[in-house]
């Protein structure tokens, strides 16, 4: 009974092979989409312009013949320039000896569009910025405690003049960082526009992450501006303390130095009020979020 089962098997699959063999055998009419290829450049010049970066090819063959077509992992149409500069237009079906991959197995029914037209220009070099493409996501408790930046900050990129025109910043690809609770330092890779080329695709991303804490700063001298000569301007009290919010380390380090607090002498003569609110400078990355008094009752004075 086994060997019967096993005979059986071995008749079916063999059938099955047969009829594949013998539909492969027949011809077969089938469309491909394929990128369109410059070769034979002239030295230090590069395609400035495109009509077409793809172009339909309909082909006649056997089902073996396109079968292997497709196993095939980059197949591309080469279009040569023949080392010539300037503007171009020609058919496609010209560069069909071009493609050697193009077999006489193969038979090109149509090519769609029937023509390409191209521009040949000289490689020029231009500096621009690179600028990120990223999404923070912090873990709660946790924020941005410093500018984000990019190393290096700027890239020489190639290619035609008249993209190298049309291009004043490089961008990092999208990616997203969630549940940060550290420094980051890390490599990103960037977004290269067609028609141009880079020496490095990699640029490094950094910048602080810190846990966010409050910190009350005490008597910070409030400042008077722009009082003239024969004036004065009398606060009352003269200091107030402050509290910031910020990463743990940045307010740790930071001195009351660093914080600035002031008012307008023609601010207050023009104001209403018997009060004036202070002005107040912090460093970046931190966040007032009290200050003692608000405000500042003054006397204006003639010296």
């Known amino acids: 009974m086994k060997k019967k089962i096993l005979s059986i098997s071995f008749i079916a699959l063999f059938s099955v092979a ?44 056997s089902g073996w013949e396109l079968a292997k077509l497709e196993l095939k992992k980059r197949v591309s149409y080469c279009v040569s320039v023949y080392k010539k500069m300037g503007r171009h237009r020609n058919n496609l079906v010209d560069f069909i000896d071009d493609n050697p991959w193009i077999t006489p197995a193969l038979q090109v029914i149509q090519i769609a569009p029937a023509q390409i037209e191209y521009e040949i220009e000289k490689i020029g070099v231009k500096r621009v910025p690179i600028s990120g493409n990223i999404k923070l996501d912090f873990k709660p408790g946790y924020g941005l405690t410093s500018s984000i930046k990019y190393y290096p900050s700027s890239i020489e990129i190639y290619g035609p003049q008249n993209l190298l025109h049309q291009i004043d910043t490089i961008h990092t690809e999208y990616k997203e960082f969630s549940g940060l609770n550290n420094n980051i330092s890390l490599d990103i890779s960037m977004k290269v526009p067609d028609g141009i080329t880079i020496p490095n695709k990699l640029c490094t991303v950094e910048f602080e992450v810190q846990k966010i804490v409050e910190k009350v700063y005490y008597g910070i001298q409030v400042e008077v501006r722009n009082v003239p000569t024969s004036k004065g301007l009398v606060l009352f009290p003269g200091e107030i303390n402050i509290t910031l919010k910020g990463g743990i380390n940045k307010l740790g380090k930071l001195l009351n130095d660093s914080i600035k607090a002031y008012v307008d002498y023609w601010t207050a003569l023009n104001s209403e009020e018997k009060t004036i609110e202070p002005i107040i400078e912090i460093p970046k990355f931190t966040e007032v979020i009290a200050v003692d008094p608000k405000k500042l009752e003054y006397i204006i004075k003639q010296n």
């Open 18 to 61: 047969l009829w594949i063999s013998v539909a492969l055998s027949e011809s077969y009419v089938s469309t491909i989409l394929i990128p369109v290829e410059f070769i034979d450049l002239p030295s230090n010049c590069s395609v400035g312009f495109s009509s077409n970066s793809e172009v339909y090819l309909q082909l006649k063959a």
